[in-house]
């Protein structure tokens, strides 16, 4: 199939506050544009070369149809992967991305940084195509005002949080805890005199 058609994802249940824990592998039928992604359709594919990427979208195209029955009618495979293009407007280009859960008891959030994502598949090291958000994840590209010392103190207090998480996980934090509740609340302990700073930084920009 090509690995240009895999990419790396996180699921809401990845992610933990100011850090994540490993990407998931996802194929999809995409290809970068401008600043965006395009669709490739079973068709598309074909014209293109890519028979075994044809194939597989043709097999879910039928399966799509068979589950959804009369529903399928008013929206292909291709309409429901990009939902309100939340697929294709995602910028394979911007450097970094905030990534939030559509829903959780406490929000957290985390930033991705685009850089090259490497799984190991079978002993083979697999580079994939870079980092698209999950529709059950909300992403965005925020905005910096350098001239701003409470954004200054924000990104300073950002990077030493995401420094801390991620020096935690690599030490084994996480350990075999399987709830992402309870890892969520143990980063939240880990960060509680940033997390204090932060709240009164924000309260500052965004009077509540």
Request: hydrophobic share 40%.
């Amino acid at each position: 199939m090509g690995s240009q058609f895999l990419y790396g994802t996180l699921l809401s249940t990845d992610l933990l506050p100011f850090g994540h824990l490993g990407y998931g592998l996802v194929v999809l039928p995409i290809k970068p544009s401008k600043n965006g992604y395009e669709i490739i359709t079973a068709a598309k594919a074909k014209d293109e070369g890519f028979l075994h990427l044809a194939q597989w979208l043709e097999k879910a195209q039928a399966e799509w149809e068979r589950r959804r029955g009369s529903k399928a009618k008013s929206m292909s495979i291709y309409e429901r992967l990009d939902r309100i293009h939340g697929l294709t407007t995602q910028n394979p280009q911007a450097k970094y991305r905030a990534i939030y859960p559509m829903s959780a008891t406490y929000l957290c959030a985390c930033v991705v940084e685009n850089e090259p994502i490497e799984f190991n598949i079978n002993g083979q090291k697999v580079r994939v195509g870079g980092f698209v958000a999950d529709y059950v994840t909300y992403h965005l590209i925020p905005r910096f005002d350098a001239s701003n010392q409470q954004h200054l103190r924000l990104a300073e207090l950002g990077k030493a949080c995401s420094q801390k998480v991620a020096q935690w996980l690599n030490s084994g934090g996480a350990r075999n805890i399987r709830s992402i509740g309870v890892l969520r609340k143990r980063a939240r302990q880990l960060l509680a005199s940033e997390l204090e700073e932060i709240d009164e930084k924000v309260k500052e920009i965004m009077p509540i």
